[in-house]
């Protein structure tokens, strides 16, 4: 069977301001293994999505086995295993957005998108042709005063309407 | 017409509230100043205890008592923060980070300061990208200006505070569960015993507390308990033996959502009414109440005839329901309450971390149930049987009558209460997950019965009138009180 | 000791012992998936749920703790004497009440609701704690109508395949490659119901790593359903058609205790047995999978002699006669005698006697396995010595006046002297080293007993055919001085014989006088007259063995 493992061509690594924040990071935790997320994290930042060979080099940095850290990685939904658009749009759909109407934002913003929903195992189906946008829901994002919410990327979108989820899209279409 | 209380939030929106400098100027860190000055580190454990702070996390357990059980000579100690805000509804400390960063500094320093801590883990679920960036930047100020870091203003005190993203996991807001997640694991929540104060992070005793609970630190230390006890009513607590106060005190951020005017938080003593809160958020959006979610997602829900019900500890729990994180979610006449339950549960079935065997495969088989129901495929049997409830004389019984048998209405039952029983209170679960998903489940079937019985009789979603929809509560055991063990039913 | 009331019982265990454990030392039944004794305890399958009665003060009375709770996790200990219930017992504990039965068949229908229910074809059934903990306390019929959760079948590493739809994700074999092989390859991949067990890929589903180290197939006897499976006996055998014999492993001087399950056509499959102190629950992939040089069809099955430089079958007493007429010409210092470590303390006392008694020379040799590589885990080392009983086979040999064992360099230099070579070998095909085949070559009449063709047996003038540690009962010493048995499973093939008896014919027919009839009867022979071994008699070893009193290293 081990001809058929993985092989990694491109080893991963982070760069300079990363490795220096990973520095940091390691520092906070009386074991190495705690700084898992953080890293994770700062992986997704640099390459988009959590490949074999981040798996790989995290595991080694934080002295756990590879599973450990595939174990995490298929846990959280943040973190992605395939590449996502440029911009991941995070649909709340959890009941105070639903009842301000987020199915009209989603159902609208598919329309637009002209994509269907992301699941958690296949990213590609959310995500448009050009690699622009991801699109997926997302559990409560905790903004149910301002229901109903998007995030884009980092950025919390409130109150959305059709016409405020049209201005959004131009906007980062425009960038 | 109940009037707004600001404390925590007094502040919140003073321009620049966020650095350390305006922060200042409305008392900041003066009362941590106060705490390290004038009183013992056990001077304000005894004044926690006797404020009769509750967790505002959920669970509403006394933050006194459960400083109480960190043994004392075992060192390192930690504190984690968690802030890991996921109960749909709740949004009250994504501003407390956003905003007012400090105030949540300056209460994780008074209780490293009483509990002898050095360390501390701000656990921020992965999504806050904006609170986890301003205290963040809090921190670093905090740090240059002396009071976090080694020997701070000069009383041989350290404290380290370090954020900690989370990744969009629901269950890390449990404290074993973000215990689990801050080390590196998957967010699986442990058995108890152990309780985390005695073994926690890193196998070490670890205080877990909420945002909200730590806001309210600086404010018990500056004024005093005296001033914070007026706050909120006391209950007698008749499940302790001789009877004991129970206090609600202090003032709560409840977050009101869904259908009023004026969605958002507002702080105002424990202890008012659901009809004054809906009132306080700029009144109902539509006709007629038809439901309010009392404490988050995973409490049980309220009907319209319940809406005198007290929003405090005691008395949602004597309502056979909660006030959790205080996350009020209010329901007008037009909303389905199949479907909202629906809704619910896709989010529980989701979140549902897999650990153990009960909610790993019941959550998702409640949820294909209450699916399945809505989507007009709810199964009843042709046959009927005898109609249990308020019989002639005045109790439970055979009322004489006879009803028919909605088969999936008794498996949604039997199936939520086989993974946490809502009657008996019991789980066979590792974590209070369980009694989350059958909670909801659970009660808004038995409360909004004809509501189900009629999308299964008429093969779709039927919202029917508030009053036909909801089981008046003379009429269902739903609304009994907390149920009390045959043991103790003398008592 | 602490004092317990357990059902109906009043039972004494240990301080620290679970309740799972205390009821299944007095027969009753706790069931159990996540639960492993040499394991952590997770709690998470929830299935061993019993009810602790404690003390209520409001009602003054010992009442039903409002929650279940885990037996696995459940401690039982002495009590403070003012904690006492009933003023004498420190813990009430019931495992058959009404509210632990119902949680236990609710439990297993939340088990079974997405399980295929492929009994018929899986290679579990018959040995599958789910059947038999639904059968004795589940529901009779699911309520389940929802479609089920189809998760890939899938191939985790040279013997292990994971059916994945009938895991109960119990976690056992999860913590036993943390914890006991530490070597980390499983893990859970997704959340909730989706939860897979798997080694890590690639999202494409390339491995990254496989569960190839030497503990591996450990995880599938922890697997308390059909989802681990070992590739080699996959399909290959009801369970309820193997005999079982407790035996002890012959793969190296480790000695773990096994089970060996077999049918009258050969060895099936080799599982570990729990001792304490040798292999607690484990055992090592060479040792389970080391088995099938015994099923080999290349087995010698009659004696061979050498006509005309070609080794030829030929009969038990013609092999004999030609062995009596070489032995009968040389001088007894130029004869060797060489035991076997893969051999029995039985075999080798046998042959000692024959060549000190018989053939009146005090030269003998140990021969075995070539030394391995040593391996060790968190909680488990494979040891480099790969015979099992080369400590026993040496104090057996030396047991007799002036008898000298000559082992390795020593050995092959008198070998090379020497005019006649008795050499018992056995155990899996042993290639020879260069010096030792010069050495051997030198011999002028090589008698070889061997259980497969090798190297050395091509060298023979004489082949006699012997059996496994499979085919005979007799004795291991390891390598920390325990006496354990071997005990015989299937018969020899062909005409193959039990080692100690070929010797015993062979003495017999030089005139000794030797009449043991079975293996026991040597043990009593050499309890009577090897001092170490005095009390190593077969009925005192049992099952779980005895350890010499000097050789405590």
Redesign the interface.
Known sequence: MSDKLIQIETPFVFNGENQREFDALIGRYPVKEAAMLPTLHLAQRQVGYITPAVMKYVAEQLEVSVMKVKDVVTFYPMFFEEPVGEYVIRVCHTLPCALRDCKGVLDHLKAKLDTDVASETNLAKGTTPDGKFTLMKVECLASCDVAPVIMVNGDLHKNLTSEKVDEILNDLSEK | MVQERRILYEHLDVPDINTFDVFRQYDGYTRFEKAIAEYQPDDIAKMVMDSGLKGRGGAGFSTGLKWSFVPRDIKPCYLCCNADESEPGTFSNRYVLEKNPHLLIEGILICCYAMGIETTYVYIRGEFTLGKEMLDAAIKEAYEKGYLGKDIRGTGLNVDIYTHPGAGAYICGEETGLIESLEGKRGQPRNKPPFPAVEGVFGKPTVVQNVETLCNLPFIVGNGVEWYTQMGPTYADTRSDPPTPDPNTGTKLYCISGDVNEPGVYELDLGLTCSELIEVAGGLRGEEVKAVIPGGSSAPILTHYELDTRLDFTSLTLAKSMLGSGGIIVMNETRNIVDCLLNIMKFYAHESCGQCTPCRWGTPWVRDIVQRIADGNGRKSTMTRPKFGVAENGRWGDTGETEEIYEDLDLLESVANNIANVDTMTWNTICVFGIAVSWPAVSYMRKFRPEFEAAIREGELVTLPVAEATVPPEENYAYQQRFVPKEFADL | MAFVKLNDLEIEVEDGTNVVEAARQHGIEVPHYCYHPGLSR??????C?VEPHVF????G?I??D???A?GC?TVLRTAPPDRKLDGKYDFIVYTDSPRVKK?RA??L???L??HPLDCPVCDQAGECDLQDYSHRHGHDKS?????KNVPPKK?L??DVLLYATRC??CTRCIRFADEVSG?????????????EI??????EG?????L?NKLAGNVVDICPVGALISKDFLFKSRPWFLEKANSVCSGCSVGCNITVEYKADGLYRIKPRFHEDINQHWMCDDGRLGYHYVNSDDRLQLPLKRVDDELTPTHWADALAVITENLSEVETEDIVVIGSAQGTNEDNYVLQQFAHDVLKTTQLGLFGQLPGEEHKFPQFTIEADKNPNAAGARTILGSANGNVVLEGEALWEKVSEAKVVYLVSGGPERPLEDAEKAALKHVDFLIVQDVLPSEVTQLADVVLPGTTFAEKDGTFTNSTGWVQRIRKTIDPPGEARVDWEITQQLAKQLGGEMNYHFAGEIALAIAENVPEYADATHQKIGDAGIKLADSDQ
């Open positions: 997770p709690a998470n399958c929830r299935m749920l209520f003060p409001p009602a009375a009442v039903p409002r929650q279940l885990t996790t949680a609710d439990i229908e939340f088990l609701v997405h309520r389940y109508l929802e479609v191939d590493g040279p109960v994700v070597t980390g390859e499983l893990g859970l991949i997704h959340r909730g119901s989706h939860d798997d080694i890590p890929r690639s999202h390339v491995p990254l790593q496989v190839d």
